[in-house]
């Protein structure tokens, strides 16, 4: 069975940094991309960005370029997003999903709240 | 990097069909056939409905499929069922460095 298990959300102050991680589990994660994508309450969704299988290629919205960084060890079989500069309108319920446009599995997303 | 365009909305009675729209550009969905939906109920996450324009993944029912003319593509649902009314997204790829824009969203309600 394909798992998502997202973690290291949190309230973090303005400025702040946080990074979230990604366990995956019940399928060859080295053969896929992955994405990250965001909720903000209540509105729609938000593609973050995207890293190839091995890593090689990597992009972003305009909105988090130079403050987000996206990656992978697939080692572990884990997806990272290490996230800087941290704004008010970063909040949202992140999520991981499998895929770059065809995101057949999302794990249940975990909440960054930046406030103070 | 714009949004999508999708109504805010749309409504069917039960085994009524329902169109959804997803207008792009030549740069998103005018230009690639990599278009997918997904379907979100409240505080879950969203499943995969139709990728590639008009393939379904396994599991999903005949009852939804995928088209494209031009910029704008589209999701339709026949024979609505109460467990239908959720919230949908479109996405498309956009462009080089592999971009990917989602719309704004559709709230379905089944009458």
């Known amino acids: 069975e394909v798992q998502l298990v997202e973690s290291g959300g949190g309230l973090v102050q303005p400025g702040g940094s946080l990074r979230l991680s990604c366990a995956a589990s019940g399928f060859s994660f080295s053969n896929h991309w992955m994405s990250w994508v965001r909720q903000a309450p209540g509105k729609g969704l938000e593609w973050v960005a995207t890293i190839k299988s091995d890593g090689s290629e990597k992009s972003y919205v305009d909105s988090v370029k130079g403050r987000f960084t996206i990656s992978r060890d697939n080692a572990q079989n884990s997806l990272y997003l290490q996230m800087n500069s941290l704004r008010a309108e970063d909040t949202a319920l992140y999520f991981c999903?499998?895929?770059?446009?065809?995101?057949?599995?999302w794990g249940q997303g975990t909440l960054v709240t930046v406030s103070s | 990097q714009s949004a999508l365009t999708q109504p805010p909305s749309a409504s069917g009675s039960p085994g009524q069909s329902v169109t959804i729209s997803c207008t792009g550009t030549?740069?998103?969905?005018?230009?690639?056939?990599?278009v997918s939906w997904y379907q979100q109920h409240p505080d879950k996450a969203p499943k995969l409905m139709i990728y590639e324009v008009t393939k379904r993944p396994s599991g999903v029912p005949d009852r939804f499929s995928g088209s494209k003319s031009g910029n704008t593509a589209s999701l339709t649902v026949s024979g609505l069922q109460a467990e239908d009314e959720a919230d949908y997204y479109c996405?498309?790829?956009?462009?080089?460095?592999?971009?990917?824009?989602f719309g704004g969203g559709t709230k379905l309600t089944v009458l």
């Open positions: 999903a499998r895929g770059r446009v065809n995101n057949d599995y």
């Open positions: 996405c498309s790829h956009a462009g080089s460095n592999n971009f990917v824009v």
């Open positions: 030549s740069s998103d969905v005018g230009a690639y056939n990599y």
